[in-house]
C-alpha cells in the first residue's frame, strides 16, 4: 500500500519584481515561489530548517522539475502554495506542489520537484539517511 | 516650516531566491524589498494601489536612487521597511526608506528613491497633480 | 514519417546576479536562459522576433516546462543553449533544450518547453496559424 | 592633482526576464548589468577575476550606491557598459559607470558604487593593501 504523507499550505504575496512583460509572475519566477514555501515548511512542520540542515554540511538540490502553467497571478494577488512528499527513498524525495490564487481558490500551477540530497563540502550526491526519512515521513 | 510626512511599516521575509554568492540578500534585491513595500502601503495607507494608479494610466517610475548597506540580511531573516514621502511636489517626490531585522532591529540598508509620475501611454514624465500631491500629504 | 526541425545555438554567460547561496546557478534561472536563447533564435534563425510577434499581437506563452539538472553552473561560465522544435500544430509547439558548458561541452541541463500562442489584448490561447507553422518549420 | 583611472567597456544584452510591467528593464536590474560588466573587467583588464579574489579569501562588497535612470532599455536591447574608479584607498574604492543603449549611444543610466574589501572568512571589512591598491591603479 502506498504511503500518504502530510501536506501543508504556505501563503505569499507576488511582489512587483516578479511581474514580466506579459503584466504578469514571470514563469521561473513559481519555482522561486514552490522553494520559499518549502524552506518554511521544512522548518515550521517538520522540525528542521534549511539552515540547520546546512550547518549540518548537507544541501537539498533539484534535480528535475516539471511545473504546468493554468492561470497565472498578477501584481498584488496572495497565493497559498501547498507541497508534500510524494515519495522518499535514499535516493531522493519527490514533491509535488500547487499554487492556488487566494482570491478564487483557483489553481495557477501544479508539479513536482524531484530533490537528492548533496554533500555540501563535496557537493555530490549522498544516500538520505534512515533518520532523515523518517523525519520527512510524517 | 518643513512639512512632516507619515512613515509606515511594512514586514516581509527574505526568499530563498534573494541570496547571492556571498549567502546574503544579494544588493540589487533592497531595491525590490522597498518597491513592495512601497505598492502595499500606496493602498493600505494612501488608499490609492499602484494596480489602481495604473488603471488611472500613470505609473511611478523611479528617477535617482542611493542605497546604503550596513549589514546584510540572511536566509530566514524577516525584516520591516519603513518608507515615507521626505518631500512631494509638482516635479515627484523623494521616498526616503530604512530597512531593518525583525530579529534585532538593527539597520540593514537605509536610503532614498526619487520618483516622477508617468503617463503609461507615452511613457513621459507628468506634472503631479495638485490632488495625487494631497493624496500623499498624510 | 516524424518531421525533423532544425536545431539553433546560442552562446551566453552565467551573470553574477544568477549565483545562490550554494555558488552555483540558481535553478530557476535556467529557465529565463532557455528563454533568452528562443527570443534571440527566434530573430536570427525564424526572422520572426518577438517584438515583431508581439507588434502583431500575439505572444508566445509556456504552457508546461521539465527541465533536469544534470551539472551545475559557476560564476564566470559560458554556455552554449541549443533548441529546437520538436512537434508544432495549431495547438502549440514542444521546444526542446539542451544547456552545455563552453569549457567542457558537457550537458547542465536539458528538457522542454510547452507554447501555447494566446492573444495579447484577450490574454487567451489561439490556435497557431498555418503561416506561423510555416514559419517554423523550418 | 587627483589621479585619473582607466575606463572599461563591455557589451552586454537585456534579457527577456529583465523586463518589468512596464515594459522595460526592471530599475534594480541595472545595478546586475554594472556588477556583470566589473566582474568581467577584473579579469580582462586587472588580470584579477573574482573568482581568484574569492579563491585568495576576499570579496568586494557594496557599500553604497547611487544610480540615476536616464532612459529606459527595452527587450533586445544591447547596451556598453562603462566602468572605472573614480578614487582608491585603504578604506575601499569608488567606482563610477554609464550605461549607454548600443544603437543610439544615448545614456540610460549613471551613478556610482562605493566597495569595501571582506574577508570572506569573517565578514568583515578590511583595509585595502598597498598591492590591491596598485592592482587597480591603472
Not at 501563503?11 to 513559481?30: A, G
Not at 502554495?81 to 490564487?101: A, L, P, Q, Y
Request: proline content about 1%; overall charge neutral.
Amino acid at each position: 500500500m502506498k504511503k500518504e504523507y502530510a501536506k501543508f499550505k504556505t501563503t505569499h504575496k507576488v511582489r512587483p519584481d516578479d511581474i514580466d512583460m506579459f503584466n504578469h509572475v514571470h514563469n521561473s519566477i513559481y519555482l522561486d515561489y514552490v522553494l520559499a514555501a518549502r524552506y518554511e515548511q521544512m522548518e515550521l512542520f517538520y522540525g528542521m530548517s534549511m539552515e540547520k540542515f546546512m550547518e549540518m554540511g548537507y544541501g537539498w538540490v533539484v534535480q528535475s522539475v516539471q511545473i504546468n502553467y493554468k492561470r497565472p497571478l498578477g501584481l498584488g494577488d496572495k497565493f497559498i502554495v501547498e507541497t508534500g512528499i510524494e515519495s522518499i527513498n535514499k535516493k531522493g524525495c519527490r514533491v509535488i506542489f500547487e499554487i492556488k490564487n487566494l482570491k478564487n481558490n483557483k489553481l495557477n500551477t501544479d508539479g513536482w520537484f524531484d530533490f537528492i540530497m548533496i554533500d555540501l563540502k563535496t557537493g555530490r550526491g549522498v544516500a538520505v539517511s534512515e533518520e532523515m526519512i523518517n523525519l520527512y515521513s510524517i
